[in-house]
């Protein structure tokens, strides 16, 4: 037994933000963002939540595989920019969408949280307690930056993208693997609002995104072919054998890098950084959904998946489409 991804979806904000447009903003240029990360443009949210980017990828999603939202059976949120500590986003897209009938929790493992929430629900159907999962990355980080580092904010964009899978009878997961890296944790992250009770008073309001990119680079460039490697050997492929890599869409340079590193031409490695920037847990699955809209993605196909952020985390799932 193994699962399928059988629907795929995705929602944006309105907001389409150009390097230029940040130029007016900051001492940068579209010449030193495109040549550093090939990132051209991403969506900022002008009031699009989360829970309501997530939920309108969820009903695209559901929708593409031909489901109700009565019959999900569980819902898996993975973000790390959420409007509220309480209900989790799950359960607000649950509401949302009208999938009354499934289990919803959330997942934060930051860009790698999609993969994670992947793996989760792989765990859940073969394990026979489900049949099949909803599962969505989304995030509006724009909220979660300084807008004064212009070495970060240009990075990230806000979205969210949606899978629907169901247990299938042959093998849709081939191989994975799955790491955390805690001890690294100091190189990307992000206080939340400090302890503030009757016997301690912390002055922090939560804090923005910090991060050493040059650290943040080298992790993803050396632990990410390992990883994507791990996952390849578990299903007896070899780098070659993959059609499709699609890859947490963090930097062009990085990519390549890992590229360069299994030995796999870049032809391979579709990208969309270039339109809608890094937006973390939702990266995976909206490049996915890009890919089935455009008729890229046929049944039968080797699609290894690879996500890596904050935590440190990262990991790879190699499947048949
Ligand atoms: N525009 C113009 N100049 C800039 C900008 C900007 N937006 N940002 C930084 N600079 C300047 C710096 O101030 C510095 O100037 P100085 O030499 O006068 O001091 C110079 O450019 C070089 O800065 P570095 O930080 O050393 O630039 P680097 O070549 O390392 O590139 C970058 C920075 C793009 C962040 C790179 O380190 C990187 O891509 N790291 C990976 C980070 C990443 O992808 N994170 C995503 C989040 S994690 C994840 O999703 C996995």
Redesign the pocket.
Known sequence: MSIRIIGTGSALPERCVTNDDLAKLM???DE??RE??GIGSRYLSTGETVAYLAGKACERALENAGKEAEEVELLLAATCSPEMALPCTACQIQAQIGAGGAAAFDLNAA?AGFLFALHTAYAYIEAGIYKNALIVGAEVLSKLMDWTD??TC??FGDGAGAVFVEKCGESGILGFSQHSDGARGGV?SCAARGLHNPYFKDASEGGFVR?D??E??AF?VRQVPAAISEALEKARLRPEDVDLYVL?Q??K??IEGIAKRLGVGPEKFPINLDRVG?T?SAAIPLLLDELNGAGRLRRGMTVALSG???GLTYGACVLKW
């Open positions: 001492d940068t240029s030193w963002i550093r990360t860009c212009r070495g240009i990075l990307l991060m990119g040059r943040v680079f993803a947490h963090a930097n340079r990085i890094n973390s890596f952020g904050a």
